[in-house]
Each structure stands twice: as structure tokens, then as C-alpha cells.
């Protein structure tokens, strides 16, 4: 497979492909004798794991650790597991606090026209409103 075909297959530009190679993203693609890259289903699974880390706010750092170790050799495996083991701690922490803000939007949402109709009949006040904070906003 060759950097259009790899990169169109996971929605990338060949640009991209290429600069997860340049800066160790991805470990180096071998070339064929005309020096055009030849993707492997090796490589492949470098550029999708690169793009859905990428998307879930992986740092470009992270990434160029965990794909040099995987260049080094020897007993780096526990490096890498820890890198991922640390990456999923932390997309862990922001689903939850992505999803106690998606409850707390779906919350006003509900009850945004009842907010509004009592703000208006004078009900609520910039004085006696809800304390957003103490409010369970799971249903």
C-alpha cells in the first residue's frame, strides 16, 4: 500500500502520514527500490493507533516515547504498557468530567424554559437562584 492509499484510509492526508514518520510518531515505513514507502499492516496499525490517540488528545510526545521504545529493543514493554496505562488514566479522568459537563447541559436544557417562564414571573431572582453546583444533574 503506498502514503495516499494508507492515508485515505484513515481519513489523513498524506502530509500527516508523513510527518508521524518525521518526528518518530510512527516508527520509519520502508521503502521499495524506487524509494516510494510501502505501507505494511504493521505500519498500518502504527497510523491508526497514532490517529485515535491524536484524537483523544494524546500528546505528540507521548506518542514519539511510546513509538522510540518500540524501536530500542529489548525489555522496554513495561515502558510502553505504562505510557498507555498512563494515557488511559488520563482520557478516564476527562470522560468524566466530559460527561458530568454533558449532564450538567442536558440539565439546563430540560429545564430552561421552566428557568426562564419563573425568572420572568419574578419567581427567581438574580438573588435566590439555583446554586448550580449542588445540583444532581443526573436524571
Not at 101 to 124: C, N, P, S, W
Amino acid at each position: 500500500m503506498n502514503s495516499k492509499e494508507a492515508a485515505e484510509m484513515f481519513g489523513l492526508t498524506t502530509d500527516t502520514v508523513r510527518y508521524y514518520e518525521r518526528v518518530g510518531v510512527i516508527p520509519p515505513i520502508k521503502r521499495d527500490k524506487n524509494g516510494y514507502r510501502v505501507y505494511t499492516t504493521r505500519d498500518l496499525n502504527w497510523i491508526y493507533l497514532a490517529k485515535s490517540l491524536r484524537h483523544a488528545g494524546v500528546s505528540i510526545e507521548s506518542l514519539i516515547e511510546f513509538a522510540t521504545l518500540s524501536q530500542l529493543g529489548g525489555n522496554v514493554e513495561q515502558a510502553q504498557k505504562q505510557i498507555l496505562q498512563d494515557q488511559l488514566q488520563e482520557i478516564t479522568g476527562k470522560l468524566e468530567e466530559m460527561t458530568k459537563t454533558r449532564d450538567l447541559l442536558q440539565y439546563k436544557i430540560d429545564t430552561y424554559d421552566e428557568h426562564i417562564a419563573k425568572f420572568k414571573t419574578g419567581e427567581v431572582t438574580s438573588d435566590n437562584v439555583e446554586e448550580l453546583w449542588k445540583v444532581n444533574h443526573k436524571k
